[in-house]
């Protein structure tokens, strides 16, 4: 395996392990505030370490502010904030199942926006790819799940799935002009101060000192684990394979997700989550390939 396909199949499971801490959050710490402290733990050893690799901070250009801004509206503001309200509403499980819907809509993006090639098989990888997670998140009841109430909670992890497509068109922009760890942390940072005043608002100032020992690491885990290696291994990704190949590699999601429950809610793993997983596999070779053999047999 590539180095950069290990990187984004850790982002995979670091992001799984995230529903697991956001649904531990969502009953005690509130959406903004949750999100703003995500984002100050993970700043701090962002800007630490685009300090050291760079040896200074990278100036930013007057044309260039407009989408940083555009980077923490909706990589960090509008999607952990419907990410949270979600998850305070419905399922991992569930949440996990919308967000496996990346990929579809990021890679017919860029079709269109950035003439990215598709063609039969890697339409086909996308669709067993993302079938997979859905047979893995259902059970292998794929009938129930369609047939189910979609109310607030749906729309609010819909909604953060949107955003993360915007983040991950933007952030191949953003790249022509900075590194992958520049624009992380830029990200982050200035969403963390759009957060702040929501933030102030929600009663942060007063609600931090009622938060357990459990509640802070698990913003730990969501801010260094899910946010500082997360995004920088998933931006290395589109910068190296590009916004469709590297999100496919989202459909890894819940099949974490469901792995870690196990391991740490005492979940069971069935034979649709192995089936999933295959699928999930077969979707990602597929569509890295763009053939049924790459030459190598």
Known sequence: MKLIH?????????????????????????????????????????????????????????????????????????????FFKGLRLIHAGRASLIIANNPIFITIASFFLFKEKLNAVKIVGILVSVTGAMVAISRGNLQGMLTESFGYGEIFIFLAVLSWVAYSLIGKRVMQDFSAIEAVTYASVTGAIMLFPAALAEGISTDIFDYSLVNWFSLFYLGFFGTVLGFVWYYEGIQKLGPSKASLFINFVPIAAIILAFLFLDEPITISLLAGAAMVSLGVYLTNTGSLFNGRF
């Open 6 to 82: 290990f990187k984004l199949l850790m982002t995979a499971i670091f992001w799984g392990g995230t529903f697991i801490a956001g649904r531990t959050l969502s009953d005690n710490v509130a959406p903004f505030s949750a999100a703003f402290l995500r984002f100050v733990i993970a700043s701090i050893p962002l800007l630490f370490m685009t300090y050291r690799m760079e040896g200074r901070f990278p100036p930013i250009q007057k044309d260039k502010v407009f989408y940083l801004l555009l980077l923490g509206l909706t990589g960090v503001f509008s999607y952990n904030v419907f």
